[in-house]
């Protein structure tokens, strides 16, 4: 599935200190083929992996994650990005009733939404109508009566033996019903095909015209693969919709469909069906089905949880500090990295990821050791040093390296972080308006 594929590539990633261009490369190569193989379509992926390689080479350096790290958050947030980001709402009438047609081919899933969004728009004190205006299988005119009988709302359907055989009169007709009965919601529910045909388009572009729909929903079978384009694209061009819903979420759908037809409509996907029944359905989340199609809800917790205790124990004491007027130092550095360090070994963190626990004890050792040569650098500096790094010339870098067992590049490669850190905490005092950006008191 792509989830698997998608921790076996972030499972590649996991000793790295830092990300190159080339890891960058090769990881956006892996994902665009985890990509294509769970059928995402082409044109989708192409942007995906665009603006993934565009956020993780500008992605600033994440005191709290590591590159693995990184990495399954950019994916992670691109994902919910391509599914539509905070998602839509259903549109109402200014002038009630609020039309919603349901268009898609056969077996979709249109009648059985047409229960549910009924029962759900109930519930929230609306007084919808069903509408029948699939009169092309014998049975599709009782199904939808079962299934407004179920959730409790009115059906409107030609009278058996009454001759009306025409959805685009019956459609036209529901809208006077429902004004004469009081009804604030139409759902129009109409014929699918096995295929797309122009016959069908006709007749669902004819319903359309008739009762100027406020919304047409566009249902779609998740399960289905690189069809999904395809169909998707009829549709938008042949009936025009405003919003799309997934049904049979429920099955093991691989992901791919959700996030083609979100791009290829250029419409929200507003609703999730998820099982038979009509309490199986639910508002459209892009953000859990990002997290379900990268199938890592686990790490992304703890990513999230990282993040959090990263950010609460350091901001309380800077803000401390630069509220009392206080460079920030090589010895805050240090606590800095003690307080990253507390979170756990990073190594548990990224234990929780498929595949790696047998990797842990590598990772650990590999991540204590370099801590342990930043905490050796900043040790083997004088307190003078470490207040006032600027004073840090060659030979004091080189007695440095020696006292610490490292190499001089070493210590300059911690010295320009610093710096960078030091540099940001100025801004931020500046921008807590502290004169001067806050000087430390002898
Ligand atoms: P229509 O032809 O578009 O009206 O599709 P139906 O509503 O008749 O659904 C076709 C079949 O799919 C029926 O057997 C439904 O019970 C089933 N179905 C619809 N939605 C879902 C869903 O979300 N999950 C599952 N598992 N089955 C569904
Ligand atoms: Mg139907």
Known sequence: TLSDRLSGIFTKLRGKGK????DIDATAREIRLALLEADVALPVVKAFIFNLKER???????QALNPAQQIIKIVHEELIN????????LQFAKTAPTVIMLAGLQGAGKTTLAGKLS????????QPLLVAADLQRPNAVNQLQVVGGRAGVDVYAPEPGSGIGDPVKVAKDSIDVAKR????IVIVDTAGRLGIDEEMMKQARDIRDAVDPDEVLFVIDAMVGQD????????????GITGVV???LDGDARGGAALSVRHVTGEPILFASTGEKLEDFDLFHPDRMASRILGMG???TLIEQAEQAFDEDQKEKMTGKLLAGETFTLEDFLDQLIAVRRMGPIANILGMMPGMGQMKDQLAELDDSHFDKVTAIIRSMTPGERSNPKILNGSRRARIANGSGVTVMDVNQLLNRFADAQKMMKQMSGMMGLPGGGRRKA
């Open 298 to 300: 686990d790490v992304l």
């Open 246 to 248: 997934l049904s049979k």
């Open 82 to 89: 391509v599914l539509g980001g905070e998602g839509r709402r």
């Open 181 to 184: 009965t009081a009804k604030d």
């Open 119 to 126: 029962k759900w728009l109930k519930a929230q004190g609306h």
């Open 56 to 62: 993780a080479r500008g992605a600033e350096v994440s």
């Open 228 to 239: 999904a384009v395809q169909t998707a694209e009829a549709f938008r061009d042949g009936v």
């Open 19 to 22: 990300l190159t261009d080339a």
